[in-house]
Each structure stands twice: as structure tokens, then as C-alpha cells.
């Protein structure tokens, strides 16, 4: 009888550490842009690595070649989507860690730093943040923290928080 409680327990024990280790090798989120009509899908893996993919018809769940996608590190950095509500099929990106853009429906240009703020933001004076032309809008993203915040405009009360995550990135 004791044999059979050991092993009983043993038993339930490891298929407990099974269970949590298919879930520690990713970490996704999903959420619909109503302004850009998109579903965009984040994950984030084991080994340093995140997907930003999108979809206008479904949220994706799973990541392929037949969907448009963006791979990059996880770094320390925010990645920036940027679009206009009036051309929904093109999203500008920036960000110093992307790996690989992969574009089957949508748009998805890469701009350098200095040329991204010269083009869709109004240069701060002094100690002023820059802020958004219009009528663009974007999504901020962060890696490491696993945040998420839509900016509807310039003014910095319209930012949206749709993901905080925590100290440990999820």
C-alpha cells in the first residue's frame, strides 16, 4: 500500500513539472487595433527571443511563413509600430534589435532612429519630450517588461495601456 501511495505521488509530481515546463517556453498576448483593424499577437520565448505577428482577419496563434511577423531580441529597448488610421496596410518599425521582418500582406518598414523621429515626430524644445505628428498613432512594446501601450495622438493622456507586465516580463 505504501508502494502504491509512493509511486501515486511520484507520479503526479512529475507530470506536474511536465506541465509547467510547456508553459515557461512561451509567453504570448493578443489584442485587436480597432484604428489600424488589426489583430496583432506578441510572444515572447525562451532563449531571448520576441514575435510581433499580424493578422487583419484572426488573431494568430501560431507563428509560419504565410503570416506577417517581426522576430527580434529581447532587449532594454522599446519597439515602436507606428501607422496612420487612413493607410491600414502600412506600419512603420523601430527598433535597434530586430532579427527578421517577415512581410506577406502588410507593410512592415524599418526606419532607422533619427530618420523615424524626423518623420513622424515634432522635435521637443529643451527638456520637452518630442510628440506625435497626426494623425499617426502607435503602439510602444517592451520586450523585457512585456508592457504594451497604444498612443492614440500627441497628447500624453491618450496612451492606452493594453499589457503591464511585470519585473520578470510577463
Known sequence: MRIIFLFLTASLILLSCNTK??????NDFSFYLQEADLYITTSKRVGGLF???????????ELSDSVDYIQCDVE???LEILFDPDNKNEFFLKYPFIRKINQ????????YPDEFNRIFYHPGVTT????LKNPYKVVFIAPMSYNII??????????????????WGR
Open 128 to 131: 520637452t519630450p518630442d510628440t
Open 76 to 78: 532594454d529597448a522599446s
Open 150 to 167: 497604444f498612443q492614440r495622438d500627441s497628447t500624453f493622456n491618450s496612451q492606452v495601456v493594453l499589457k503591464e507586465g511585470d519585473m
Open 104 to 111: 506577406k500582406k502588410l507593410s512592415l518598414i524599418e526606419l
Open 21 to 26: 515546463k510547456e508553459n515557461k517556453g512561451k
Open 51 to 61: 514575435y510581433v505577428m499580424f493578422s487583419k482577419t484572426y488573431g494568430v496563434s
